[in-house]
T-cell receptor, first 112, second 114 residues
Framework: QQQVKQSPQSLIVQKGGISIINCAYENTAFDYFPWYQQFPGKGPALLIAIRPDVSEKKEGRFTISFNKSAKQFSLHIMDSQPGDSATYFCAASRGRGSRLTFGEGTQLTVNP | SAVISQKPSRDICQRGTSLTIQCQVDSQVTMMFWYRQQPGQSLTLIATANQGSEATYESGFVIDKFPISRPNLTFSTLTVSNMSPEDSSIYLC???????????FGQGTRLTVV
């Protein structure tokens, strides 16, 4: 059973636009929610992460919004750039550095 | 962060053979994880490897198919045994230093079984 559901599967955004990727989880024991960025031929790289005691975390152009009651969290990429074109994975775990359960991934394309 | 080196970076193997993937970290780490990423798919955890104990496998993965070694705090291997085309995937090593740190990934090993 997939415990973290991610949407959309693919996303095309114009340069300067906002990219929004959504995830929903089932296991209420999850308490750590990272987002990873993966370029072709590379391993996933941590982008930003949040714990459920806050509703939002912002780092530069990247923002995580977290809704604990709905068991949902989302990644917002402001002022999207062609260099942001990659596959994005949400994930969840019980504690950092623990076994990660990944969403299905979103292939983001930012057109110039 | 950690520098994680995986070898080989890619390989093409005949069905029925085995391949051992190495993961070397530049510092001592508590936990090492092995993930599989099938073509166009997400990452699925295969097993957790702690030094000095048997690896813990996730549902759907067995030791006979994916034996793992963890001889010290900086090194681990994953063997994909008796390979079939369905084993064609990217295999990724991940490390962290315990419950208070982030998980970092190697660049992966792209395996093609023909």
């Amino acid at each position: 059973q997939q415990q973290v559901k991610q949407s959309p599967q693919s996303l095309i955004v114009q340069k300067g636009g906002i990219s929004i990727i959504n995830c929903a989880y089932e296991n209420t024991a999850f308490d750590y929610f990272p987002w990873y960025q993966q370029f072709p031929g590379k391993g996933p790289a941590l982008l930003i992460a949040i714990r459920p005691d806050v509703s939002e975390k912002k780092e530069g152009r990247f923002t995580i919004s977290f809704n604990k009651s709905a068991k949902q969290f989302s990644l917002h990429i402001m002022d999207s750039q062609p260099g942001d074109s990659a596959t994005y994975f949400c994930a969840a775990s019980r504690g950092r550095g623990s076994r990660l359960t990944f969403g299905e991934g979103t292939q983001l394309t930012v057109n110039p | 962060s950690a520098v994680i080196s995986q070898k080989p970076s890619r390989d093409i193997c005949q069905r029925g053979t085995s391949l051992t993937i190495q993961c070397q970290v530049d510092s001592q780490v508590t936990m090492m994880f092995w993930y599989r990423q099938q073509p166009g798919q997400s990452l699925t955890l295969i097993a957790t490897a702690n030094q000095g104990s048997e690896a813990t496998y996730e549902s759907g993965f067995v030791i006979d198919k994916f034996p793992i070694s963890r001889p010290n705090l900086t090194f681990s291997t994953l063997t994909v045994s008796n390979m079939s085309p369905e084993d064609s995937s990217i295999y990724l090593c991940s490390v962290d230093w315990g419950m208070s740190t982030e998980a970092f990934f190697g660049q992966g090993t792209r395996l093609t079984v023909v």
